[in-house]
């Protein structure tokens, strides 16, 4: 099948990948001249494990091009995703300038030749599907208007091009985008047009059916078979989308929380996660505790989902208590510090990790950002270390007084305390006798209770987690 795929951000760059290696023919289009130079080059623009290599070999095979040219893309594809970026604006709404521009250059570049399917990959608001389809019909209107204007006589888009909007939300998690693409616990399609539907179940079916070769850095999970399709209306698909991202941000708000009253009672709050994960209505899954959760998705979503609510002054208690909850854990690693340490002007405290999570350079939402603003306004002095996003926080975050260390044990050196932020893999396998020497003062707060413990006292340091 001949896709377009608009935007070629971590969204639209996963799935132009998955769809060009499962056959078809795929043209990314990607406006930032910068952005589409490196894709050509063979650069990825961000770090993801596996995806530069991906895109490198799906390019090879033909299946993968990338362009500027939206218009000569969209008149060869069938079907056309919009993958522009909706980050959150200072009131919580997302910025859907990006999907507002796109969709009508979409409807100014369509023709007569085929129906196209117009689908919705962007994370937009509960009844943007409608609104979509509103924008690129005003740019069919225009391009009509213009080519009437230039050739009066010409009756050739009379008739009007002919498209339909579906919504197809993406459930991906960076650190596992390609296997989460491959092999998704659902795949969601908002669509009252039985075409449509027919059409990008057929563009699934080897998803669908798990018939296409796994590929060797992304192996099939043992026992799958079929992937859930699910077709519902267009309104349901968007909700389905933030409604997923704000139940996992309540799961692990609701784990913070109790952690809490685990320190309280001297309850240790991973046996009690263990001991509710293991009753199958709850699950295992997004139940640890720790500084709580960041990223572009789950802020962004949890807070949309409660404009959309207030538009129909529909009362969000949850998704607020939500949020809360998670402001609040951000800061608990402060207080555990505070408490170790008394007086924090004067320390210097090492982070170990600043990305939102391990395995990705992204530092939006990142909790150790708002732990690092704290502890330099409390007067203290702040290192990091990241194995891999050192350089970008020092790019987008010049103004933030870090010290950047070159390793965990160039990171420990001097250091009152050390405080774990992003469970790297390469943290666990620290050689924590020989940090305990480094530091000025062998303290460790575990935000995240992914190192040993009893590991790391045989060490010689103070080891404090969160809800233990
Ligand atoms: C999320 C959704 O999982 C994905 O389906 C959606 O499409 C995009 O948003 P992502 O933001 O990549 O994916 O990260 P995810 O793995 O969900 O983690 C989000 C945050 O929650 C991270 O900061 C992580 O550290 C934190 N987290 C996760 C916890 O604090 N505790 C947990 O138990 C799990």
Redesign the pocket.
Known sequence: MDICVVGAGYVGLVTSACLAYLGNQVIAVESNPERLHSLQSGGVPFFEPGLEEFVKKTSASGNLTFSDNLTAAVQKAQVIFIAVGTPSLPNGEPDLSQVMVVARAIGGALDDSKRRIVVNKSTVPVGSGNWVEMLVSQGVAKAQKSAKETVPASSGRSEGPSFVVVSNP??????SAIA?SFYPDRIVVGSIDEQATAVMKNLYKPIISQTFEAPSFAPRPAKLETVPFVVTDLASAELIKYS??AF??M??SF?NEISGLCEKVGADVKQVAQGIGLDYRIGK??????????????GKDVSALMQVAKEYSYPTSLLEATVAVNDRQRLVVIKKLQEELKILKGRTIGLMGLS??PD?DDLRDA?ALTIAYQLLKMGASVKAYDPVSNDVCKTLHPHLDIVYAADVEDLASDCDALVLVTEWAQFKKADFKKIAKLMRWPLLIDG?NALDEDEIRACGITYRGVGC
């Open positions: 993406e459930f991906l998690r960076e650190g989460d997923a991202n996992l941000a799961k692990i784990a899954a997004f139940l640890n505790a720790g500084v709580g959760w960041g990223g572009s998705c789950f939102f999570k990705t909790p995240r």
